[in-house]
């Protein structure tokens, strides 16, 4: 059974700051993907990483991908406040499709 | 990038009655649909994967004579919540994966979600 388990699950940061989300998974998959949840909205798509060493950057967000150590990184450059929210990764369980989430991390960036 | 949308967008209804959700994807077919539940404060749970013109597949746990699926359409895919009761409360997401001419499976695109109370 995949698991996904992302680290921390609750992040409070400053203005500024910079901070990584990790997200490690139990078995070999061949995409991962970050997605964005404001309060009481559906996801945002963030991130598609297709393969080891994928990395992409997208504002002060950038994400990357080893597929060896069964671990993607999302990291926040000079967090704004504007970047709170639930940030998920997923993982395909196969090429078929099916998603399974990380618990989800809740950034609260603080002036 | 592609659109999907559902409707209602919230529902409030009584214990013991049923309730439909529609996830339509707008520019795009979609032959494989998902559809997750979202608890307050917790991740997203993969009920089921609705297959046009075929059954949908449930997981483990997930009560198919209770969550009725059904995908009529490339574009198309229903929840109707039958007998609900107040727990089956929650924030309902269908999601649709788009392809590349091969067939590979490309994005997948997230419906706004429907939340559903039950009195």
């Known amino acids: 059974e995949l698991k996904v388990e992302q680290n921390p699950l609750f992040l409070s940061m400053q203005e500024g700051k910079n901070y990584t989300i990790y997200c490690n998974y139990s078995t070999t998959s061949d995409r991962l993907y970050w997605y964005r949840q404001d309060p009481g909205k559906s996801l945002e798509s963030l991130f598609v990483l297709l393969s080891n060493g994928a990395v992409k950057q997208e504002g002060r967000l950038m994400a990357s991908l080893d597929t060896k150590a069964r671990l993607s990184t999302l990291h926040i450059t000079a967090a704004v406040h504007d970047l709170s929210a639930t940030y998920f990764c997923?993982?395909?369980?196969?090429?078929?499709?099916?998603?399974?989430f990380g618990q989800g991390t809740i950034l609260t960036v603080h002036p | 990038g592609a659109v999907v949308s559902q409707h209602p967008s919230w529902v409030i209804c009584k214990s013991g009655t049923s309730v439909k959700i529609e996830c339509r994807s707008l520019?795009?077919?979609?032959?494989?649909m998902f559809w997750y539940r979202q608890f307050p404060k917790q991740s997203l749970m993969l009920m089921a994967t609705s297959n046009e013109g075929s059954k949908a597949t449930y997981e483990q746990g997930v009560e198919k004579d209770k969550f009725l699926i059904n995908h009529a359409s490339l574009t198309l895919s229903t929840l109707t919540v039958t007998s609900a009761h107040p727990e089956d409360s929650s924030f309902y997401i269908c999601?649709?994966?788009?392809?590349?001419?091969?067939?590979?499976?490309?994005?997948?695109?997230f419906g706004p979600g429907t939340r559903l109370t039950v009195t």
């Open positions: 520019d795009f077919q979609a032959t494989t």
């Open positions: 999601s649709a994966r788009d392809r590349d001419l091969t067939g590979r499976f490309l994005e997948q695109y």
């Open positions: 997923a993982v395909a369980r196969t090429s078929y499709g099916k998603l399974t």
